[in-house]
C-alpha cells in the first residue's frame, strides 16, 4: 500500500478518480485544523510516513499548509511529490526536491495567468485607473482608448507562461517579440530574441511583460537601464518573480515616465510590507501573487496529478519532472 | 467643385490624401473655435453650401459640434454625409438621413466595442472591484478567479459588434449564443437564436451583453423576466443603447443577485443625470457611452471616408449606405 498526503479540499474534489487505485494507494488526508486521517475506514495508527504527497494548491495556501510542508520535509521515504507550481525558488521546495525521488512541477498555470496579463493590459490601455476616478467624482468624460489589435508585447520568458500569453496577443490581432535563451522560432512568436539583445528591443513595444523564472541570470534584469529603454506610453507588467525588477529602478522609472504603468503580480518581499510605496503608487496596480489562480487552474492541476498518478502506478514516466541537478548540490 | 465640410482635426490627419482629389473638391474646414475656412489656398466667401459632409468623431463630440451640425442641417443641397456613427437613432441623425441624398453609416467602431467587453470581462471575472478595494486597504488577500477560457457568452444583436465579440471569445477559448432576428449560422457563434427564444438561454451565460440596435422591437428587451432568467454568477453588459434596458429592473435584479455585476457603456439618460444610482453602485462599472472610442476606430473611420470618397468621385457604390426608410417618413 501506498500512502498519499493530501488536503481535505483537494481529497474532496478528486476522491472519486482515486477510488479507482484504491487497491495500491492510501489516501491520509489533512482535514481541517491539521488532523490527519486515513480515508475509505482505512486504519491508520502508525507513524505519518507518505511515499507521495500532492502539494495541491491548498496544501500550499490553506491554513494547514505548515502541517503538509512539515509532513513533507519529515516523510523518511519520500518517492514522488506533485508541486501545483512552476517556480521551484521557495526554499521549502528546494529542499523537498531534494529530498524527494521524484520531483514534478505543474505549467497548468499559465492560462490563468496569460488572463491576467490580458486583464491588466486592458484596464490601462482602457485607462481604467482614470475612469474609475472620473465615475468617483460623477464626471462624464470621454477618453480616448488605446487598441489590443496592433500593440506589440515584449515577452520576457518565453516558456509555458510566456507562450500562453503571446498565443493570446496574436488571436487579438497584437504582435509578440519573445526573449529566451535559445532562440529558435516558435508559432506564437513575430520575432524571438536573446536576453542579450532586449535593450534594443523595448523601445518597439507598448508592453513589457516578465514571465521568467528566478535564476542567477534573471535576478534584477529590469534595471535603471531597462526602464530607461522603454517607451514613455509604455506599460510594465511582472509575474515572474519580484527579484527579476530593481524595485527602486521601478519606483524612479515610474516617476521620470519610463514606463507609463505597472501590473505587478509579485514583488521582491511578500507579503508586501504595510510601508511599501506599490500599495498606494497612483501608476501602479497590483496583485497579491495571485494571477495563477482560478477554478480552471485547480481543475488543471487536478487533472495533471491524476495523469501522473496514474503514470506512476503503471510504472510509466511522469510529466514534468524537475531534474535533481535543480535543486542544487 | 464638390464642397466637402470637414472638422480641423480631421483635415489633418487625413490632408495629404484628400490632396489627390484636389482638382474636384474643395474642403471647407472648420476651425477651432467655430470659423470655417477653405483650405489649400481657395477662394471662400460665398454661402456655406457642402455637397458632402464627413462626420467625423471630432464633428461629433468636438466643442465645435454644434457648428458643424448646423451647418449640415441647413445645407440646401446636402448629397453624401458619412457618419462615424453605426446608429441612426440620434434625432439630428435622423433628420440629417432625411435631408441628405446619401447618407453611409460606419461599423468600424466594432473593434474596440469589442476589446471593451474583454475589458470589462475580465475585471469582473478577475473580481477587479474587491482586488482594488483590497488594496486601497493594504489587504494581501488571495482570490479566486474565473477564466474566459470556458466560459459562455449569450450575445443579442449579433451584427458587426456582436460579431467582434464572438470572435474574440472563441479565440480565448469561450463559447458565444448570439441572438438575432435571421437564425442563421456564423462561424463565430456556436449557437444562434431568434429573440423569442432568449429566456430560456439566458441560464446558460456566465456574461450577458446587449449590442442590438435601438427599435421597437428592441426596446426594454432587459427587463424583470430578463434578469431573473440570468444566473447568480452572471455579467450583465451593455453596449448597445440604453433604452434596451427597463432600468429600474437592472437595479431590482442587482438587488436580489440577478444579475451579479453590471457593466454599462450606456444609458436611458445620457449624459448620466448626477442622482443616478449607476454613479456609485457597487455592483455596476460604468463608462459614458465610450467603448468605441480609441485611436483605431478613428484611423478606420477615416479610411472609410476616404475609401467611399474614391468611390463616390468614380461613381460607385458606397459602402454602407443607410437607406431612406431606415430613417423614417
Not at 482535514?31 to 491508520?44: M, P, S
Amino acid at each position: 500500500m501506498i500512502d498519499l498526503l493530501i488536503h481535505h479540499a483537494t481529497f474532496s474534489r478528486i476522491q472519486s478518480q482515486l477510488r479507482v487505485h484504491a487497491e495500491r494507494i492510501r489516501p491520509l488526508v489533512v482535514r481541517a485544523g491539521g488532523a490527519i486521517e486515513a480515508a475509505w475506514g482505512a486504519a491508520f495508527e502508525a507513524e505519518l510516513a507518505p511515499q507521495i504527497v500532492f502539494g495541491s494548491i491548498e496544501a500550499y495556501l490553506s491554513p494547514e499548509a505548515p502541517v503538509v510542508m512539515r509532513a513533507v520535509l519529515d516523510a523518511p521515504d519520500l518517492d514522488w511529490f506533485q508541486s501545483s507550481a512552476a517556480g521551484i525558488d521557495h526554499p521549502v521546495l528546494v529542499a523537498i526536491g531534494k529530498r524527494a525521488r521524484l520531483y514534478t512541477a505543474s505549467h497548468e498555470q499559465a492560462h490563468a495567468i496569460a488572463e491576467w496579463a490580458l486583464w491588466q493590459a486592458f484596464d490601462f490601455f482602457r485607462a481604467g485607473a482614470q475612469r474609475r476616478e472620473d465615475r468617483a467624482q460623477k464626471i462624464w468624460k470621454r477618453r480616448n482608448a488605446r487598441e489590443m489589435t496592433g500593440s506589440t508585447w515584449l515577452i520576457y520568458g518565453f516558456g509555458h507562461i510566456g507562450r500562453e500569453i503571446a498565443r493570446r496577443v496574436h488571436a487579438l490581432g497584437g504582435k509578440a517579440i519573445g526573449v529566451r535563451r535559445s532562440p529558435v522560432r516558435d508559432e506564437h512568436a513575430d520575432l524571438i530574441i536573446e536576453p542579450g539583445n532586449v535593450l534594443s528591443h523595448l523601445s518597439q513595444a507598448d508592453i513589457v511583460c516578465l514571465c521568467a523564472p528566478f535564476t542567477a541570470e534573471t535576478e534584477g534584469l529590469a534595471n535603471a537601464a531597462f526602464f530607461a529603454a522603454m517607451r514613455e506610453d509604455a506599460l510594465f507588467m511582472n509575474v515572474g518573480r519580484g527579484a527579476l525588477v530593481v524595485e527602486p529602478d521601478l519606483l524612479a522609472g515610474l516617476e521620470r515616465g519610463r514606463p507609463a504603468f505597472a501590473a505587478l503580480d509579485v514583488f521582491a518581499a511578500e507579503p508586501l510590507p504595510e510601508e511599501s510605496p506599490f500599495w498606494a503608487h497612483p501608476k501602479v496596480a497590483m496583485t497579491p501573487h495571485n494571477s495563477a489562480e482560478s477554478e480552471g487552474t485547480r481543475d488543471r492541476v487536478d487533472a495533471l496529478f491524476l495523469d501522473n498518478l496514474r503514470r506512476y502506478l503503471a510504472g510509466e514516466g511522469l510529466r514534468n519532472v524537475v531534474p535533481k541537478s535543480a535543486f542544487g548540490g
